[in-house]
């Protein structure tokens, strides 16, 4: 078997969850992050995984109402003070995708801290999508491009993918699993998703468990992946 070098994982369908479950919304979202992103990401770098990509908290995400994103943050809070810690004694690398200059004072001092106590460790790269968008990741790039003063002949994919979240170290992913049954990127890895593989699975991101992962592998393997050629 075949395993992906890098995954990315669209975490969908925990409002639908708790709705089909009867439980009130932010439930769902408490069972999603404390439930399974551990056994998830431990599952994967069991399998040789070298790197995994989470979208936790997209841009658009603050559209959402004011006490279910406080009920969030709170969880997110409880999973960088407890699990994350647990990943990271566990040889896990913690990264950071995103603008996270938008979320309070405190949450911004976890992610560092997630970073920091990471750096060294040489298992499983766990990169976490905070206010993370694609479009934004690419407008970030070109930015960043101008202000260095780059000539128009200088620009290239290469160049352009040094300043993506992750730079040149991160490989694209070769694959891309959505949970929910939605059959979409939603403005996710849109620059490095040109050639994954993409699954779109039924389950529930609060029902997704490494028996899930497994079934996408065994999926992936099942493609040929043709780059084009």
């Known amino acids: 078997m075949r395993f992906p070098q890098h995954i990315a994982i669209i975490m969908d369908g925990n409002r639908r969850w708790a709705k089909e479950k009867g439980f009130k919304i932010w439930e769902g979202h408490q069972i999603a992050i404390e439930g399974n992103i551990k056994e998830v990401v431990l599952a994967a770098q069991r399998r040789g995984i070298k790197y995994l990509t989470l979208f936790a908290w997209s841009t658009e995400n603050w559209k959402r109402d004011p006490l279910e994103i406080n009920f969030i943050f709170a969880t997110f809070r409880r999973v960088f003070d407890q699990q994350l810690k647990e990943l990271i004694g566990n040889d896990i690398r913690i990264q950071i995708f995103g603008e996270t200059d938008r979320f309070p004072p405190d949450m911004q001092a976890k992610f560092q801290q997630a970073e920091k106590e990471s750096q060294n460790n040489s298992g499983l790269v766990l990169n976490i999508c905070l206010n993370y968008g694609g479009r934004a ?6 930015r960043e491009i101008i202000a260095e003063g780059r000539r128009p002949e200088e620009i290239n994919e290469k160049l352009i993918q040094s300043h993506l979240y ?39 991101w609060p029902d997704f468990g490494p028996e899930d992962l497994e079934k996408a592998i065994e999926i992936f393997n099942q493609r040929e992946r043709r780059f084009g050629k």
Not at 137 to 142: Q, R, T, Y
Request: net charge negative.
């Open 137 to 142: 990741e690419i407008v970030k790039a070109v």
């Open 166 to 204: 992750g730079g040149r170290e991160v490989p694209d992913p070769d694959l891309i699993i959505r949970t929910s049954g939605e059959q979409r990127l939603s403005n996710f890895l849109l620059w490095r998703s040109a050639y994954s593989e993409l699954i779109f699975l039924p389950t529930y």
